[in-house]
């Protein structure tokens, strides 16, 4: 249902339009404010590849503007989970009446959230990059890379990891994270030897990296690396090196895995995504000033460990848009979002660097973490670590109040 906005704002510019940006326009739409979304690169799936899984919160979220099948229709569902450490193996329990994750290419997710916000009345301008903003009294003017202006009464930064929005909030903004951990994806043809249970994504602790797969739809199997790395290297920077080079350092890191070594030997340079350094946000003390705000991965990137960081940026683009549908003007909104979303994001992203430390354990830690595994299987409320994030849903229809925590 489309309720009208009782804020004083009626337009927003929306920096970005990887996967936040898409949904809070089409959202922004639904609660009667007009979007236009400006991306940096000069179209929709340049330079996109690998998949990401999304998770029950997430997809509910895209429930809200009607996203939800299209993304499912494309998706694989991962209706199990394995941990390996080492030899051992264990199913991890799944949550009793809660979906699969979604297992979806990361070009067809940003395709059907551009059509689905396309068809709502969103307008896209490609080539975008935004350098600079002004705001005045009634608006906020964005300013862009090749020379051109666009003013709307709210700017919204949905310009992910390395957001330029965020300093233009504030200057001192904390910049990315590095995990330590450099990111590859690989696809290969399944064969007898390497033939993993449709439906089931292995996380894998290896000898002296993690790796996780699964096998898609069609058959291939597809699998992630991160290759511990104390050196820092951008997307740029990590495809400057040639991928037979990676290919090698790959093979030498999960020498001695099992599946690992296998998908290491048998990914071929064109069957490599490098997507170069992982990062995780630390806490942003400003999540909004004057008529600009962050959402997605600018605010709030709790790292690929989570499985986390597109639901979350989905999520509260969704409850941006209430706020701003409901509270009298930007200001008002920006705090209740915030309130609403920041305990949420933080405490995952903290499950996050958990995780991102035991996945370079050492090996003595890893030996404890084979030791242990058993144990921490017996104990693990599942429902306890898990449902609270996998449950979350939000009531679009329900009214934001100032001070509310309503989820
Ligand atoms: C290896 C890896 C695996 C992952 N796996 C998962 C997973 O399984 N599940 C999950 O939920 N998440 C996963 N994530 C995280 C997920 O990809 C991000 O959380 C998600 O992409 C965040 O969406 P976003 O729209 O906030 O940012 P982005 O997707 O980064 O989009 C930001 C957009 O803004 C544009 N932009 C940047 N600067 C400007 C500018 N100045 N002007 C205009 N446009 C600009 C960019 O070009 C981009 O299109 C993974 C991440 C990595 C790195």
């Avoid at 689905?116 to 975008?128: D, I, L, N, Q, S």
Wanted: charged share 20%; aromatic share 6%; with cysteine.
């Amino acid at each position: 249902m489309s309720i009208a906005t009782t804020s004083n704002v009626r337009t927003a510019l929306v920096i970005g339009g990887g996967i936040a940006g898409p949904v809070v326009a089409a959202a922004l739409l639904k609660a009667g404010i007009q979007a236009t979304v400006y991306e940096a690169y000069p179209t929709l799936t340049e330079g996109i590849g690998g998949g990401l899984a999304l998770a029950p919160n997430g997809l509910a979220a895209l429930s809200v503007i009607g996203a939800d099948d299209a993304v499912r229709a494309l998706a694989t569902p991962a209706a199990g989970t394995v941990m390996a450490v080492g030899g051992n193996t264990r199913r991890l329990p799944n949550l009793a009446d809660v979906e699969p994750l979604q297992i979806v290419g990361r070009g067809d997710l940003h395709r059907v959230l551009h059509d689905r916000a396309v068809e709502a009345g969103v307008r896209f301008e490609y080539g975008k990059r935004l350098v600079a903003a002004d705001e005045d009294p009634n608006s906020v003017t964005g300013r862009f890379e090749d020379g051109s202006t666009a003013s709307a009464d709210v700017l919204v930064g949905a310009d992910g990891v390395r957001s330029t929005v965020r300093t233009l909030i504030d200057p001192q903004a904390p910049a990315a994270g590095y995990t330590g951990l450099l990111g590859f994806q690989g696809y290969l043809d399944a064969s007898p030897d390497l033939d993993p249970e449709p439906g089931v994504m292995t996380f894998a602790f290896g000898k002296r990296a993690y790796y996780l797969f699964w096998k898609m739809a069609d058959g291939r199997v597809t699998w992630g690396a991160n290759l511990p790395s104390k050196k820092y290297m951008s997307l740029t920077d990590a495809r400057a090196i040639r991928a037979e080079q990676w290919l090698r350092t790959l093979r030498e890191t999960y020498a001695g895995d099992l599946p690992g070594e296998l998908l290491a030997y048998r990914t071929t340079a064109e069957n490599l995504d490098i997507t170069g350094a992982i990062h995780i946000m630390p806490p942003v003390p400003h999540w909004h000033r004057g008529r600009m705000v962050l959402v997605g991965d600018a605010v709030h990137a709790p790292s690929n460990s989570t499985g986390q960081g597109a639901s979350l940026a989905i999520e509260s683009s969704i409850q941006l848009a209430r706020c701003l549908r409901d509270l009298p003007d930007a200001t008002s909104a920006f705090n209740a979002y915030e309130q609403l979303r920041r305990e949420r994001v933080e405490r995952i992203t903290k499950r996050g660097a958990r995780t991102n430390s035991a996945k370079t354990p050492g090996p003595v830690g890893r030996k404890a973490m084979q030791v242990l595994m058993p144990v921490f299987f017996k104990v693990m409320n599942f429902e306890k670590v898990m449902g609270w994030e996998q449950r979350y849903r939000i009531d679009w229809d329900a009214p934001v109040e100032v001070g509310t925590s309503v989820g």
